[in-house]
């Protein structure tokens, strides 16, 4: 595994401006904590300071993601809430693309991608990550243009990022692909590999 390069809910980037047309908060944090029916998950500061039998993934929690024979429900009550809890969109956010894992054969790590309501192609995205039952944090602290997931292993995402690299039109990103992998390492989700500086100089010309 590559060396981790910081925790996937304390993005390495926070870019004022997004290529997409619509406006973005040019300040998002990423979301660091569960909602408030369920524990927190430990950043590095946490790890460092506490011991691991009193760390908040060890700890239990109530499962509001499942239902309908899923691993996670887009409907459910924690989804819902997750996609609600992010800072404001234009026209508010919308759960997308999700998980599909059946019951009985759950990953370590599941994913919800969600975009802008009404949006288009290059609508900025989000990629929220759970794990037993509960929200963890976005993989960024910034939504970003042409992104979505690639692919996933039991304790793994890879998410795949695009960007506008010149003067082309907004449905063909010639910047990219960038795959970033994002791992559950047991006690939080670490993002192995930092966003390519080309994608993040693209947001301040």
């Given at each position: 595994m590559p060396t981790a390069q910081t925790s996937a809910v304390q993005a390495s980037a926070q870019p004022s401006e997004t290529q997409s047309s619509e406006t973005v908060p040019s300040e998002t944090q990423a979301i660091e904590s569960a909602p408030s029916t369920t524990q927190s998950t430990p950043t590095t500061e946490d790890t460092e300071t506490e011991d691991t039998d009193t760390a908040t993934t060890n700890?239990?929690?109530a499962d509001t993601i499942?239902?309908?024979g899923r691993?996670?429900?887009?409907?459910?009550?924690?989804?819902?809430?997750?996609v609600a809890?992010?800072?404001?969109?234009?026209?508010?956010?919308i759960v997308g693309a999700?998980?599909?894992?059946?019951?009985?054969s759950c990953p370590d790590l599941l994913w919800v991608v969600a975009d802008v309501q009404a949006g288009t192609a290059s609508s900025p995205r989000h990629v929220l990550f759970f794990h037993d039952g509960r929200y963890l944090g976005t993989a960024t602290a910034e939504p970003y243009s042409f992104t979505h997931v690639a692919g996933t292993t039991g304790d793994t995402v890879t998410v795949e990022y695009r960007w506008l690299a010149e003067d082309e039109p907004n449905c063909c990103p010639a910047g990219g692909p960038a795959a970033i992998d994002y791992t559950w390492d047991g006690t939080r989700v670490v993002m192995e590999q930092p966003l390519p500086q080309a994608m993040l100089d693209s947001y301040h010309r």
């Amino acid at each position: 595994m590559p060396t981790a390069q910081t925790s996937a809910v304390q993005a390495s980037a926070q870019p004022s401006e997004t290529q997409s047309s619509e406006t973005v908060p040019s300040e998002t944090q990423a979301i660091e904590s569960a909602p408030s029916t369920t524990q927190s998950t430990p950043t590095t500061e946490d790890t460092e300071t506490e011991d691991t039998d009193t760390a908040t993934t060890n700890q239990p929690t109530a499962d509001t993601i499942s239902g309908q024979g899923r691993c996670l429900d887009p409907d459910s009550t924690g989804v819902r809430d997750a996609v609600a809890g992010l800072d404001q969109a234009p026209y508010g956010w919308i759960v997308g693309a999700a998980s599909e894992d059946p019951l009985g054969s759950c990953p370590d790590l599941l994913w919800v991608v969600a975009d802008v309501q009404a949006g288009t192609a290059s609508s900025p995205r989000h990629v929220l990550f759970f794990h037993d039952g509960r929200y963890l944090g976005t993989a960024t602290a910034e939504p970003y243009s042409f992104t979505h997931v690639a692919g996933t292993t039991g304790d793994t995402v890879t998410v795949e990022y695009r960007w506008l690299a010149e003067d082309e039109p907004n449905c063909c990103p010639a910047g990219g692909p960038a795959a970033i992998d994002y791992t559950w390492d047991g006690t939080r989700v670490v993002m192995e590999q930092p966003l390519p500086q080309a994608m993040l100089d693209s947001y301040h010309r």
